[in-house]
T-cell receptor
Framework: DADVTQTPRNRITKTGKRIMLECSQT?????MYWYRQDPGLGLRLIYY???????NKGEISDGYSVSRQAQTKFSLSLESAIPNQTALYFC??????????????FGPGTRLLVL | DAKTTQPNSMESNEEEPVHLPCNHS???????IHWYRQLPSQGPEYVIH???SNVNNRMASLAIAEDRKSSTLILHRATLRDAAVYYC????????????FGPGTRLSVLP
């Protein structure tokens, strides 16, 4: 089984709808992240969480919210989806206690289309 | 955040070595150099990282210039599976900064 899973893998929604993307991990890591990727571009950080009680905004948090339900689960919500939120969304985890060896582990991604 | 500059794309022939360059002229003394790659239809994956000395692992080698203003990721024998976007990222360990993924270098491997 994959260490970082994302559901759904693909989603089509309409403008104005609220949707939730879910991420689960079995790596036992404290830190979790949500990124979005637009065609031909790198990844941009939306939100990140260092533990269940610590959630921080990233570079492009407007229009998004998150919930860290447990150490293993980190959900991303689009409160009112708009077409320019059409993108590929990645969840990632990392283990801060490994210090300089900290490596991010990514899920397979969720492809979102907002009509 | 210190920035990195990479070529948009590169091509290589299968089973030949590939040298992927990265310029980071504003690197600070506590910036580590990380490389990730993103295979088609997948999330990024860790490749290698280093501070000052050259580094080797089972996937690749990282050669770091003496002045640390540039580095090169070396794939010793490219395979078709190595076709991916390669990201060079600087991260200041002391400040626990997040990873900043630029557009990277798209590597094509020709059979």
């Amino acid at each position: 089984d994959a260490d970082v899973t994302q559901t759904p893998r693909n989603r089509i929604t309409k403008t104005g709808k609220r949707i939730m993307l879910e991420c689960s991990q079995t790596k036992g890591h404290d830190r979790m992240y949500w990124y979005r990727q637009d065609p031909g571009l790198g990844l941009r950080l939306i939100y990140y969480s260092f533990d269940v009680k610590d959630i921080n905004k990233g570079e492009i948090s407007d229009g998004y919210s998150v919930s860290r339900q447990a150490q293993t689960k980190f959900s991303l919500s689009l409160e009112s989806a708009i077409p320019n939120q059409t993108a590929l969304y990645f969840c990632a985890t990392s283990d801060w206690t490994s210090g300089v060896q900290e490596t991010q582990y990514f899920g397979p991604g969720t492809r979102l289309l907002v009509l | 955040d210190a920035k990195t500059t990479q070529p948009n794309s590169m091509e290589s022939n299968e089973e030949e070595p590939v040298h992927l360059p990265c310029n980071h002229s504003t690197i600070s003394g506590t910036d580590y150099i990380h490389w990730y790659r993103q295979l088609p239809s997948q999330g990024p994956e860790y490749v290698i990282h280093g501070l000052t000395s050259n580094v080797n692992n089972r996937m690749a080698s990282l050669a770091i210039a003496e002045d640390r203003k540039s580095s090169t990721l070396i794939l010793h024998r490219a395979t078709l599976r190595d076709a991916a976007v390669y990201y060079c990222i600087l991260r200041d360990y002391n400040y626990g900064q997040n990873f900043v993924f630029g557009p990277g270098t798209r590597l094509s491997v020709l059979p």
